[in-house]
């Protein structure tokens, strides 16, 4: 009697890593992690990680003391490196009209996104993992910063020199920013159908942003002082 067909395995094993050198095994078991963690969340157990790539728990254990460990090597394997030192240049080149910076930026910046990133982004915020404070931090510096400094200088207002970072400032920044992520959420998170010319919903974003941004800041600025957008958030140390 013939036997029934078996169905496939949805995540077979990955080819055995015995003979493996040290740093590619440790590799492959965090390339694996951060697949992993996107798809079942970080609740998900290095006994069910263990059986995906064919080793044993121990053997993870060998390389991360705990599992936490494997969550931060994990995340930074992900989010470590995925910024282009060009965009300093670009985000800083005042020949150019801000919307045009920022359109080439945030163009350049979405076509970075993977299901892999925007997947485990939403999972460590959603189980308390630390990167999105991490992250937040990072954006403050490399993306707000630079922004917020363009659009004082484009309305006559202090550098940060003179006076930090606003609290609204910041939000003012991040509504932009939170609009082009949203799209990668769309798609990669929501699957949901997406524009064919993304690049003309990011340079309507970035245009509709700027066309507001000034009246908004320059708004900030005249507020009292107590204030809730009006109080200092901080004074980035890559002033522009």
Known sequence: MAK????????????????????ARRRLIVEEAAAFFAEVGFE??????????????ALIYRYFPTKQDLIDDALASVFGDRWDPAWDDLLADRERPLAERLTAFYCAYHARSTALSMRL????GLDGQSLPGRHGARLTERIFAPIIAALREEAGLPDFAQRGMLRGERELAM???????FLGIRKHVYQMPMPKAVDDVIRLQVETFVAGAGHSITALHAADSDSPLAVPQLTPSRRR
Do not use: C, W
């Open 121 to 124: 982004f939403v999972r460590a």
């Open 4 to 23: 029934p067909a078996t169905k496939p395995n949805k995540h077979p094993a990955p080819p055995a890593t015995t003979r493996l050198p040290r740093g």
């Open 175 to 181: 509504t932009l920013h939170g609009a082009v992520i």
């Open 44 to 57: 998900g157990t290095t006994r069910a990680l263990a059986e995906r790539l064919g080793v044993t728990q």
